[in-house]
């Protein structure tokens, strides 16, 4: 499944429960799967704006900008 330009908003106070009483479950069972497009360091920032302006990232754009 790719979902693109979708804004789902508007319908949320419609689905939202049952969101999450079904897609948890559904993620840890592996059916349905996701990624994460993850970049390091505080200088990254501007590209990872960047690559989600122009649909150059691949999944949720996730930056470590310090790690604990």
């Given at each position: 499944?790719?979902?693109?330009?979708i804004?789902?908003?508007?319908?949320?106070?419609?689905?939202?429960?049952?969101?999450?009483?079904?897609?948890?479950?559904?993620?840890?069972?592996?059916?349905?799967?996701?990624?994460?497009?993850?970049?390091?360091?505080?200088?990254?920032?501007?590209?990872?704006?960047?690559?989600?302006?122009?649909?150059?990232?691949?999944?949720?754009?996730?930056?470590?900008?310090?790690?604990?």
């Open positions: 499944l790719n979902v693109n330009g804004l789902v908003f508007r319908h949320a106070h419609k689905y939202q429960e049952e969101f999450y009483k079904v897609m948890p479950k559904l993620v840890k069972d592996g059916a349905i799967k996701f990624q994460e497009d993850i970049s390091y360091g505080l200088e990254s920032v501007a590209q990872g704006f960047l690559d989600i302006s122009t649909g150059a990232n691949k999944g949720k754009k996730i930056i470590i900008v310090a790690e604990e």
